[in-house]
């Protein structure tokens, strides 16, 4: 590939590696997506590209490096994140990095992780010249589910909401098929994909009986994790029918009926008793046993009270909220977002980065939290 006419400069590469990292995006976790790509130094020719494809599967660089063969030697590596410099689920990439004879390292940001740190020290010291800090911004959002995992020790939240233009997901009935369209609706299946686990409340199995998959794309399901205080769901919903590709979490409270809980451990679906504040789950609690679990990302999917209670606890890091072209006008009709009452406007969610897409015949508002940016800003 001759690039000679573009402006080559480390951020254009860079952004070849964010690009190859996404790829894996969905797949990786509790490891991050990576991208990689390797460069000859004298003509800016791209040599070999490679991403993280699967946890347990082959690093980015690796991947590159495989591809490029006897072409690495002397070659430039570009790489999203630090490689590390121990042995995991796969050998260190800084000895594959090594043993290839790669001249140069160019990576996004650090590991933050304390048992990968190091490995551009290393790559120093066997004498390949490092640089990193490039794209910081773009890799951050790229490795945000990582991040918060490792830096928080809690998953990163995702709010996921498609309403009316009057802000309703459902008339008075409960009846919400379908307020945005089907391009909307593929985009949400996405999402699922992406995340570790999408979460509702008890209302919404009553309601609409979801199946909480990405049916709609090619990907892997999420972990469905259901709020069910008091375990009164009927185990006939479509979400405790369990296989290796559906799992199934159900939280409840410490007090919930034992006898269901034997039923439900019987069809091979978890069961995690957290306690409860103000006769609701504590979500901090079930982040931090999301995170021991190795959840690194929660797409909430409501409903309405579900959606309220991750906003007044301040533990939604992004919204991707899709708006139909409906206006309800139900007075009684079931709102996106229900929270406590608050006093002044000082109180409301103020959000950073909003951007509005198109999507088909619905329109997509997404943005950052500020709990969100606050990660996305930290020094690594």
Known sequence: MDLKSKNLSDEFFMKIAVKEGYKGLGWTSPNPPVGAVLIDPLNKKIIAKGYHKKFGYPHAEVEAINRAKEKAKGSILYVTLEPCSHYGKTPPCTEK????GISKVVCGIRDPNPIAKGGLEYLKSKGIEVKVGVLEREVKILTRFFLSHILRKRPWVIMKVASSLDGRIAVSTGESKWITGEKARKYAHKLRHICDAILVGKNTILKDNPDLTCRLVKGKNPIRIVLDTYLSLDPNFKIFEVNK???TIIVCGEKADLQKEKILKARGIEVWRLP??????????????CNENNICSILVEGGGKVHGSFLEKNLVDEIFYIIGPVIIGDREGILAIEREPIKSLKEALFLKNLKVKKMGDSFLFHCFTNEGFKLLNTPL
């Open 245 to 247: 590709n559906k799992k």
């Open 97 to 100: 990095i090594i043993e290839a």
């Open 276 to 289: 409860l504040e103000r006769e609701k789950i504590d979500l901090n609690a079930l982040l931090e046993k």
